[in-house]
C-alpha cells in the first residue's frame, strides 16, 4: 500500500442503569473521539475526529462500533471529510457499525467532499440485529460545487449497504470515473450533490407523513419511498445546504415516531 495516514477507531456502547456510555474504545493514527454528550440525559451523542482535516491518497480510515442491547447513540463529526486530489494511489474509507436488539444507532456524519482528482473508496455497512433501529444518512459532494468547481477528474467507489439479521435491505453502490455518470438523465442529472437518508421501523403512514409534509426547496429533486419497514429518502442538488435541511427535518418528523424522542441536534452542527 502506498505511503499514507492509517487509522483505526473500534468504538462499544452499552446500556449501564438506564443510560448508554461508550464502554470500549480503542484507537490507532488519527482517528478519534470526544467525550460522549448527553443532551437528552441518557442517549449518547459522540463527535468523531480526523484532526488532520484532509483525506489524501493513500490513507486508509477504519471504524468499527457495536451499539448493544438497549444503548442509544448519535454519531456525527464536527465537519465534512475531505478526499484531496491525488497523484495515483487510492483514499479508503471502511466503516462498520452494528446494532444489536433493542438498540438504536442514529449515524449522521457530516458530508464527504471529493476534489476534482481525487481516487476514493468509501464503503458504510451497517449491521442490524432483530428490532434495532437505525436513522441515518450519507451525503456525498462531487467537487467543489460554491466554487463552481466539479469532479470531471478522479474516480469514486462508494457503497452502502444495511442488513437485518444478515438479510440484505438496501445495498447500492456509485461508482465514477473521469466525470462519467455525472451528467444525463440516467446518471445525476448534472447534480453534483447526492444524498441519502434512511430509517428503519417505518410504516405507511410514517411514508405518507413525510410526504405530505416536506416541501423540498427549489432545484431540488427529492423522492421518498418504503423498502418493507426501511424508509429510503433521496436528494439531488446543487449545493450542500438544501439537502441538510431536508434531510434535518425529515429527522425531526421522524425521530418521534420511531424513536419516542424529539428531534434533538447535536450542537457542533450550530457552529
Known sequence: MADGWFAKLDLGFECRAGRTVLASGRRHGPLCVQRPF??????????????PGGVVGGDRLELDARVGERA???????????????????????????????????????????????EVRSHTRLELTGDARLLGWEIQVLGRPVIGERFRSGTADLGLLITRDGRPLLSERLRLAQGDALEGPSGLRGYPVVGAFFATGAQTEDLAVGRETLTPPEHVLFAITRLDDLLVARCLARAIEPVRRTFTALWGLLRPRLVGRAACPPRIWAT
Not at 448527553?38 to 484532526?51: F, I, N, V
Not at 471529510?81 to 442514529?106: H, M, N, P
Open 38 to 51: 448527553y443532551p437528552e440525559g441518557d442517549a449518547c451523542h459522540l463527535y468523531l475526529l480526523h484532526p
Open 72 to 118: 442509544h447513540a448519535l454519531l456525527t463529526t464536527p465537519g465534512a471529510t475531505k478526499f484531496y486530489r491525488s497523484t495515483g494511489a487510492q483514499a479508503v474509507q471502511q466503516q462498520r457499525l452494528r446494532i444489536e436488539a433493542g438498540g438504536v444507532l442514529e449515524w449522521f456524519p457530516q458530508e464527504n467532499i471529493l476534489f476534482p482528482g481525487a
